[in-house]
């Protein structure tokens, strides 16, 4: 199995199941006072429970923390962040779960970006596994400098994933509809990718329930371009809350569940569907990340499963996607 974790240079030691006598699970040794696994308790008063502890999920309740990177591809969704201790704990949970890319939907530089910049870096999250959408509260110059490009809009590739992944950024910050030349060049740039897994990514939702921010108004522009272009996902936020819909066998995704605003502060879920599009899971008032697991290991079809985690380390939703186009 080979191993392309961002944080190959950290080891998580894991600390002894109640009742284990031996001091030992599943081949990890134990150390003292930090969690009890499998108490359900915040043991080490750090806001987790049971991090860096196994994850036994024989039902597929939560991602595996062990897997073949041959046959997965593990990224992680999660924006309107801010430099804050929440931060570090969802990429702490990115890390226990080996996520190999995170996606920032938008708006990191609300207090102090460069803060954010170096929290993620010292996660293992940097320039090569990192994509960044401009959102309205970041700056065009800090955007293109992360991604290394002229432009905030366009497609993202890692080197660690080939021609298996691509990301297409949109800013919506910016003249974007169907006239627009960032259109053109993100349908061309769409139509000729041969990425075997295509997401779209943008700050301001083109699908979003009533809530403080209206939808951007070009769905039908840019609806058909990611379905004639084989896009698996629409990843958004703008709006602090989680949302998923499927909208025609479609993905689009409101993941504004960064810690810039917390519980009651988040922003509220005012009607349970996007033109008629039910939300099928739509909560406000819990900060997490979503992770992607990306099924690579057979060229002739695509899958993909999802899972919500809270601040908890508690899935609040799951999801998949097979017989993608």
């Known amino acids: 199995m080979t191993s392309t974790f961002p944080n190959k240079g950290r080891v998580n030691y894991y600390v002894t199941a109640a009742g284990d006598s031996n001091g030992m699970r599943n081949g990890q040794p134990m150390i003292p006072v930090l969690e009890i696994c499998g108490d359900g308790k915040d043991n080490n008063g750090n806001g987790l429970v049971d991090e860096n502890c196994p994850i036994d999920s024989p039902s597929g309740d939560k991602p595996s923390v062990n897997f073949d990177t041959s046959k997965i591809i593990r990224i992680a969704v999660v924006g309107d962040v801010d430099s804050n201790s929440g931060l570090t704990t969802q990429l702490d949970i990115a890390n226990q779960y080996n996520v190999q890319a995170l996606i920032l939907t938008g708006d990191f530089e609300y207090t102090n970006g460069n803060k954010v910049l170096s929290d993620l870096e010292s996660h293992g999250f940097t320039k090569e596994n990192v994509d960044i959408v401009v959102g309205n509260h970041d700056t065009e110059q800090d955007v293109k400098a992360w991604l290394n490009e002229e432009r905030t809009f366009g497609q993202v590739n890692f080197a660690f994933s080939g021609d298996r992944l691509a990301f297409f950024n949109i800013d919506a910050n910016t003249k974007f509809d169907c006239s627009s030349p960032q259109f053109e060049i993100l349908k061309s740039q769409i139509e000729s990718s041969n990425a075997k897994y295509k997401f779209a990514v943008v700050h301001q939702p083109f699908v979003t329930v009533k809530s403080d921010h209206p939808p951007n108004g070009e769905f039908n522009c840019y609806d058909p371009v990611f379905r004639a272009g084989g896009i698996d996902g629409v990843l958004q936020s703008h709006n602090h809350n989680y949302q998923r819909f499927d909208i025609d066998g479609l993905l689009y995704g409101?993941?504004?569940?960064?810690?810039?605003?917390?519980?009651?502060?988040?922003?509220?879920?005012?009607?349970?569907?996007?033109?008629?599009?039910?939300?099928?899971?739509?909560?406000?008032?819990?900060?997490?990340?979503?992770?992607?697991d990306l099924q690579i290991d057979d060229e002739n079809s695509k899958h993909f499963n999802g899972w919500f985690i809270n601040m908890n380390n508690k899935v609040l939703d799951s999801f998949q996607k097979s017989n993608l186009p």
Not at 280 to 291: D, E, L, P, S
Request: charged share 10%; glycine share 18%.
């Open 254 to 292: 409101v993941f504004g569940t960064g810690t810039h605003d917390t519980g009651s502060s988040m922003y509220p879920i005012g009607s349970d569907n996007w033109n008629g599009n039910s939300c099928i899971k739509c909560m406000t008032g819990q900060n997490g990340i979503t992770i992607i």
